[in-house]
């Protein structure tokens, strides 16, 4: 597909063309060193790709493994708040089982002092004999018990 005879070719090197000319046509020569410039730029373009991908990759892995560190670290800290939770949750069921059982005997003992204090104020009974008379009766506490 070379328009320019062969006898032109050897006049002519890749320098000695006008590359922006339209009406020069590059020689084979040209177009294959044009074309192994080509090639070796898409090798070290590849080549610097293949290595920023692999500094990706590392970066990548760093980051895995950090933030897997991360996760069981996390994990344990929900693992210690679950039973520090639980051993709360359980001592406050105590807590209010104990305040139950205080609440009755505070109420017991508060109906055993109100008894006691009617009994008290009811050790002089009186009863109407006559209406002019009244009897007195002392009780013994020790013999109510």
Known sequence: MNIIP???HEYLSPDSVNRSGPDVVPT????????KKRKLSNRESAKRSRVKKQKHLEEMNIQLNQLKIENRELENQ?????QHFQRTETENNRLRLEQRLLHSMVLNIRQVLMLHQIDRSSDYVTWPYDNNTRVTVQHDPICDF
Not at 28 to 35: F, L, P
Not at 78 to 82: A, S
């Open 78 to 82: 929900i693992r210690y708040v679950l």
């Open 28 to 35: 084979d020569s040209y177009t294959d060193e044009r074309r």
């Open 6 to 8: 062969h006898s032109v």
